[in-house]
């Protein structure tokens, strides 16, 4: 038998990708890292197991990520069970007082811990949250109230989230917080994702989407803007290049980075280990924006 050693393509591939992350894994180990969980990446059941265990991973390296989820399918899956009608004004769902009750039972007490069972199998300690527990988020009505229970963030206090990350649990966020008054309110999961990482003064703010990221031309995949400065971002705006539904996650990032966030990433979660390959990978695979140009990747 031949003493030579063989090394398929597919172990070196292995042990190339683990060497082009040694830096990042460096530069990030113990920096936080505010993921929004949403869309494709949450409703297939492939793409949900290679997200969990990109979690795990970047927690295994030293890396620690929190999670602000959404979960707009399913709400209006139990809606639709209860006969409710989902009702949308302005882009936003209208939430009743009857429809909060829905929202409420959906993303706290269903996608909340689906999310937290499967961390946890895959040996990560998650621990589940809403904006309501510690008075992480308070929250006061969105346009004076002509959406019902629709909210905004009016505060964030994260030191709940300190002692869990220190600890090596990752906080598993959904977006619904109460008031001064007790009243909870429906909140986007992407506002309270940048406001996050604005208080935890996060490393990176991760949108997961069902894009590739920002376009120049919304039917042309190969126009992805893969880097850009704040006012960049801000000009793609005013010039209707970034509009719909990218609009108010680019905003998002915006304010994320005016409040000191070291990059926002805007990154389609609909291609397997897309966290991974944005932060562990020299080419990344979305849109990054950054404060300034000098912090722009040659």
Request: charged share 20%; proline share 5%.
């Amino acid at each position: 038998m031949s003493s030579d050693v063989v090394i398929s393509q597919t172990d070196a591939l292995r042990v190339s990708v683990l060497s082009e992350a040694l830096p990042y894994i460096q530069r990030f180990s113990g920096r936080r890292v505010v993921v929004k969980y949403g869309g494709a990446a949450m409703a297939r059941e492939d793409l949900r197991d290679a997200v969990y265990r990109d979690l795990v991973l970047l927690t295994s390296v030293g890396v620690r990520p929190v999670i602000v989820h959404g979960g707009g399918p399913e709400i209006n899956d139990w809606l639709g069970r209860l006969n409710i009608q989902p009702e949308f004004r302005g882009g936003l769902r209208v939430t009743t007082p009857e429809t909060m009750d829905v929202v409420e039972m959906v993303l706290v007490g269903r996608v909340n811990k689906h999310i937290v069972n499967g961390l946890n199998k895959l040996g990560g300690r998650a621990v589940g949250l809403c904006g309501s527990d510690g008075s992480l988020v308070t929250a006061r009505p969105y346009g004076e109230g002509r959406n019902g229970l629709v909210g905004e963030v009016a505060a964030v206090n994260p030191a709940v989230l300190f002692p869990l990350l220190e600890a090596g649990y990752i906080p598993v966020i959904s977006s619904v917080a109460a008031d001064h008054e007790g009243q909870a309110h429906n909140i986007n999961a992407d506002t309270v994702a940048g406001e996050l990482a604005a208080a935890l003064q996060a490393e990176k703010l991760i949108l997961l989407t069902d894009t590739p990221g920002i376009l120049r031309d919304r039917q042309d995949p190969s126009t992805l803007v893969r880097q850009l400065t704040l006012a960049g971002a801000r000009e793609l705006i005013a010039s209707g290049v970034v509009e719909g539904g990218m609009t108010p996650k680019t905003e998002c990032c915006i304010r994320a980075l005016a409040q000191g966030v070291g990059a926002a990433h805007i990154v389609d979660g609909r291609i397997p280990h897309a966290l991974l390959l944005e932060v562990f990978t020299d080419a990344g695979i979305g849109t990054m924006v950054v404060g300034s140009p000098h912090l722009l990747e040659p």
